[in-house]
T-cell receptor, first 113, second 113 residues
């Protein structure tokens, strides 16, 4: 089994720019969830994609958007970056939209200057 | 809605001593409970989970946790810690429908020689 991989590992952007983060899910998994982890905090749920459809969304503004592809990989897009968007972004994959066995990637560290 | 409170932000302990990391949750529905560990610059790794059945759950690396429904707690324990257990530990809850995980703020376990 291949694990969950995220790219890039680190990214530096300036306020107002747009960013795309990528996640390859574990083999056999059809569900991807995205989390934002600010420094010193627990991860916060952004949204989940199940079989290419959004399947739940956390308390994040519409400038956070996502996509899931037919191979179940996923993208997280953030428009109009703000300083508070600086965080570790974690992707997790699972089978059939359950939380019973989530596999997390190592994350993308985004810094907004 | 669910919430999670980790009662200790930092727990220093000497090597080979026992440790308990405390977690309380609130929910109006039946839940799944999880403990994850995060090593520096890495994603989250599942330590153990409670889905149903026995309230004492054993996980990886010698950790165990006990689900106490009346006290709405899910404390994590290890009888003898190692230097390598130094990490951030997160308690999390989800409802049984899947979707999002709600994480606590984390407990930093620091094991000293």
């Amino acid at each position: 089994e291949t694990g969950v991989t995220q790219s890039p590992t680190h990214l530096i952007k300036t306020r107002g720019q747009q960013v795309t983060l990528r996640c390859s899910s574990q083999s056999g998994h059809n569900t991807v969830s995205w989390y934002q982890q600010a420094l010193g905090q627990g991860p916060q749920f952004i949204f989940q994609y199940y079989r290419e459809e959004e399947n739940g969304r956390g308390n994040f503004p519409p400038r956070f958007s996502g996509l899931q592809f037919p191979n179940y990989s996923s993208e997280l897009n953030v428009n109009a970056l703000e300083l508070d968007d600086s965080a570790l972004y974690l992707c997790a994959s699972s089978r059939e939209a359950t939380n019973e066995k989530l596999f997390f990637g190592s994350g993308t560290q985004l810094s907004v200057l | 809605a669910q919430s999670v409170t980790q009662l200790d932000s930092q727990v220093p302990v000497f090597e080979e001593a026992p440790v308990e990391l405390r977690c309380n949750y609130s929910s109006s529905v039946s839940v799944y409970l999880f403990w994850y560990v995060q090593y520096p610059n890495q994603g989250l790794q599942l330590l153990l989970k409670y889905l149903s059945g026995s309230t004492l759950v054993k996980g990886i690396n010698g950790f165990e946790a006990e689900f106490n429904k009346s006290q709405t707690s899910f404390h994590l324990r290890k009888p003898s810690v190692h230097i390598s257990d130094t990490a951030e530990y997160f308690c999390a809850v989800s409802d049984r429908q899947g979707g999002k995980l709600i994480f606590g703020q984390g407990t930093e376990l620091s094991v000293k020689p």
